[in-house]
């Protein structure tokens, strides 16, 4: 095979179409006496993680001696958006013992990714020591990162001290603790930092920290600031009332029982997909509004807006609150016909039979079901109490003990 030089294997990298021709660049900078240069060796490495071969450039960095800071950045970087974040820890510790290397300001925000994505708190506090030793806690994007860490987490009081003591707060800081408070259920403390980044006004709350209070609002039902917010989206966001948002708040709405002004922010919408067609649904069938569920369902299909599994379990819900087995039966079939069969679904109907005293049929679906969920144990365990046919809920008791995969909650 003929040796190549390092330019022209560099135009070969660029050039590269598959993971096949990556592997031989790779077998000609060994015999072309190329394995040691770093540059080479990273450009190929950075090659394999854009076809997703993750383990192909481990293996390069693992092989090569002296790997530079970029490398392992590149890797690390790979790694913490991957399946497997926690191996970008692993190469974050073979980078400090193996290499005896600090990293850079390039580093930490992806180690401090992983250990979120991980939960991995004492892991995040060692990398924060790190951080303030060396001197990078004045990094903005590296103090967000943090801030970031602490609030998925749920340390949210390490979150507040980084965010306090960090005087140069720009629009992603300020969003990032929003978002802490809010992940955390702290819809208060969520809308006391959003009006303080009003107050300030040198810098606006972006889309995912309002999103994230809305959320936030949704799950303690917190209907006044719900509101106050979307005042604000209403008079002084750039971004206007998107497809998210809008979703976002017909389901607050919903949820707090105001289908009024759902139905008033659902109309106004100029565009929705499925998602804020099944917020209306969902909240039709919380509030126990079945015929409106149905209703609605039939113009989702009539302006060709593709239902999905959430769709039809809002509908067996409401179904289900009304004891309308009738409407429910129409849905399984509807289910059934268009594909959307699946243990979710199997599950709501299990429900809707079992809430409308045909605890025959909830059995029947229960035993075709091929896939179980937890949810499914005990919506049927459930059924069987409610129809008082305690010895069934026994028996069936009985044999969820010899299925080690599941654990009643």
């Known amino acids: 095979m003929k040796t190549q030089g390092p330019k022209s294997l560099l135009a070969l990298i660029e050039t590269c179409a598959s993971l096949n021709q990556l592997k031989q660049i790779h077998a000609k900078s060994i015999i072309s006496g190329l394995s040691y240069n770093h540059f080479i060796l990273t450009q190929i490495a950075n090659s394999f993680l854009f076809t997703q071969s993750l383990n192909y450039a481990a293996r390069i960095l693992v092989q090569t001696q002296e790997p530079s800071i970029f490398m392992y950045n590149s890797m690390i970087k790979a790694y913490s958006q991957s399946e497997t974040p926690f191996v970008a820890l692993s190469m974050y510790n073979n980078m400090r013992v193996r290499e005896n290397a600090v990293g850079d300001q390039f580093t930490y925000p992806f180690v401090l990714k992983a250990c979120a994505s991980e939960l991995a708190v004492e892991k995040g506090r060692e990398v924060h020591g790190v951080i303030v030793r060396i001197g990078f806690d004045l990094d903005r994007f590296l103090s967000s990162s943090l801030l970031n860490f602490y609030g998925v987490c749920g340390k949210i009081e390490s979150a ?20 802490g408070y809010a992940r955390n259920g702290m819809a208060l403390e969520a809308c006391e930092v959003f009006r303080e980044i009003v107050k300030v006004g040198e810098v606006a709350p972006n889309e995912g920290a309002v999103l994230a209070l809305i959320s936030a609002c949704t799950v303690s039902k917190n209907l006044k600031l719900g509101r106050e ?162 010895g069934s809920a026994i028996e069936l008791f009985d044999e969820i003990e010899n299925q080690v995969l599941f654990r009643i909650a």
Request: net charge neutral; aromatic share 14%; glycine share 8%.
């Open 160 to 179: 507040r001290q980084v965010f306090d003591e960090f005087k140069a707060k720009d629009v992603v800081f300020w969003n990032a603790m929003i978002m």
């Open 229 to 390: 917010i979307h005042g604000y989206v209403r008079k002084e966001v750039t971004f206007g009332l998107s497809v998210k948002l809008g979703a976002a708040m017909v389901d607050l709405y919903a949820k707090c029982g105001c289908l009024d002004y759902a139905k008033r922010v659902f109309e106004g919408m100029p565009e929705k997909n499925s998602v804020v067609w099944n917020s209306l649904i969902s909240g039709y069938s919380l509030n126990g509004f079945s015929r409106e569920a149905i209703d609605l369902f039939r113009d989702m299909c009539f302006w060709d807006v593709k239902p999905d599994r959430y769709t039809i379990s809002g509908l067996l819900s409401a179904c289900a609150q009304t004891g309308a087995i009738n409407l429910g039966n129409w849905v399984r079939k509807f289910a059934e016909k268009n594909g959307l069969w699946d243990e979710f679904i199997g599950t709501s109907l299990v429900d809707l039979y079992a809430k409308c005293g045909s605890i025959e049929a909830a059995r029947e679906v229960f035993d075709q079901m091929d896939k179980k969920t937890v949810a499914t144990w005990n919506t049927i365990l459930s059924g069987y109490a409610s129809n008082g046919q305690a």
